[in-house]
């Protein structure tokens, strides 16, 4: 146990998790305390509006000379009036300025921040400096495992159509939910013609194939038709909802890890 760390840490305490009410902002605390964590962990103020105004092509004022609490102040305001997806952009410049010069602050930096996400119910985390969309536990341990398990196997293109979902559904100012959803069922149709060998079958005339347990096969058949209409041949005014997209490719990784690791019970119908 490191002395260096605070209370909280040293002796485990942390709060219950909230639910993610917060995707499409950035709450004034959060402005705040973004500022406030990258001054603490060694950004200078007048690096820190280096990379604001770089971000938001505005400016320094040219009459704030001292770091406290001019240029401060100065970053502060910026961020305070940034829109909110720029206040994201901010994070990931912090995150570079920082680790370019202290790699282990970088990785503090993330940790606090990430920390700071889960107990705002803020739906977004930062994974190696970037931003990109924080779900339900589910749905980042399924996306984790899918893409892990992928690679370890050998299926990178799969794991490259999961990696795409990911950032489909973590572009900012909007999510690309349409996205998400087409690459979520393209890692899992890859993975599925891999396992059974027949790489010119769609995943809907391979569920059959499949050797999945009744009545998860029709699950998937349900599934596989609910993502070619809202994912490929999407109506007009019928917009998937972010939910619906973090579920499908949910339920996308979850099976994929199934059937990778389920590989040699496939029936050959």
């Not at 002395?3 to 909230?18: K, N």
């Not at 920390?115 to 985390?125: A, D, H, S």
């Not at 599925?192 to 809907?204: E, F």
Request: aromatic letters at 8%.
């Amino acid at each position: 146990m490191s002395e260096d760390q605070p209370f909280s840490r040293r002796f485990g305490y942390q709060l219950d998790e909230p639910p993610i009410t917060v995707r499409e902002d950035a709450p004034e605390n959060l402005r705040f305390g973004l500022v406030v964590l990258a001054d603490g962990l060694g950004l200078t103020p007048h690096n820190a509006r280096l990379e604001v105004c770089s971000i938001l092509l505005t400016r320094p004022n040219p009459n704030n000379w001292s770091a406290y609490p001019n240029v401060f102040d100065e970053v502060q305001d910026l961020v305070a009036d940034a829109p909110w997806f720029r206040v994201y952009d901010i994070a990931e410049g912090f995150y570079s300025r920082i680790a370019a010069t202290d790699w282990s602050r970088g990785n503090e930096f993330e940790a606090r921040l990430n920390e700071f996400f889960r107990e705002q119910g803020i739906g977004w985390e930062m994974r190696e400096g970037r931003i990109v969309a924080r779900g339900s536990e589910a749905f980042a341990n399924a996306l984790t495992s899918a893409m892990d398990v992928m690679r370890v196997s050998g299926r990178a293109t799969a794991a490259g159509e999961m990696h795409e979902a990911l950032r489909d559904i973590s572009r900012r100012p909007s999510a690309d939910v349409t996205g998400a959803i087409q690459h979520a069922m393209a890692a899992l149709e890859c993975v599925a013609r891999d396992v059974t060998g027949r790489p010119n079958k769609t995943l809907g005339q391979l569920v059959s194939s499949l050797g999945l347990p009744a009545p998860l096969d029709v699950a998937l058949e349900k599934l596989w038709g609910f993502a070619s209409e809202q994912g490929r041949h999407i109506r007009e005014g019928r917009q998937p909802r972010f939910e619906e997209a973090e579920l499908v490719v949910t339920i996308a990784s979850a099976v994929s890890v199934y059937l990778l690791r389920t590989g040699d019970g496939q029936s050959t119908n």
